[in-house]
């Protein structure tokens, strides 16, 4: 992720040099940092954001970082977190197509849900204090966060196929 702010703010700078102006930033940001996606059927995403394989125990270090995604402070897991729904058993439930569509953007399946889009700066205020015209996880933080959501099984259920993929 600092790799990535470094990245931008070089890329804002050789702009400026050459004197672009900012919507032209913006797009060439877009482009430059945000990898392509095809959302299937308005519910999933199949294939990784990245080639690189995930890591579920980097996931689970990420999930329990307030200061980083801050899932904690809506969710809990399995003795991590105290209030908020609760994620257990979610692998039981939900694919690891669908859990890439929801960490994503949330809001294309549910538009009035509280959980911020994670790859997605569409939604984000261009004049909030925060805003940087980038996605607040990386391609690879969200399949972390996805290979980690995927070993949230309830104990003893019975394994369901995922759907999608
Ligand atoms: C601001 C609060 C908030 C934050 C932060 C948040 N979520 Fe959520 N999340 C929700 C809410 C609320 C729902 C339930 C959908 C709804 O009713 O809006 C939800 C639903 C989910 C679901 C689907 C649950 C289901 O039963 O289908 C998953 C998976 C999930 N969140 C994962 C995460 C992860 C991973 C993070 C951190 C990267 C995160 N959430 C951060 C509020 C949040």
Request: aromatic share 6%; with cysteine.
């Amino acid at each position: 992720m600092r790799v990535r702010v470094r990245a931008q703010r070089l890329l804002v700078m050789a702009c400026l040099f050459v004197g672009v102006g900012a919507d032209a930033w913006q797009v060439a940001a877009q482009q430059t940092m945000m990898l392509s996606y095809e959302i299937i059927d308005g519910e999933r995403i199949n294939d990784p954001l990245t080639d690189t394989p995930p890591d579920a125990e980097r996931g689970r270090a990420l999930f329990a970082d307030i200061n980083e995604a801050g899932c904690l402070s809506c969710h809990r897991v399995s003795g991590m977190g105290g209030m908020g729904r609760a994620l257990d058993g979610i692998a039981d439930r939900v694919s690891p197509a669908a859990l890439r569509l929801w960490l994503v953007n949330p809001k294309i399946r549910q538009p009035q849900t509280s959980m911020p889009a994670y790859y997605e700066i569409a939604g984000q205020d261009p004049q909030a204090e925060d805003f940087t015209g980038e996605p607040r996880l990386s391609a690879q933080q969200i399949e972390d966060l996805i290979a980690f959501l995927t070993t949230l099984k309830s104990e003893g259920a019975v394994q369901t196929p995922p759907q999608g993929q």
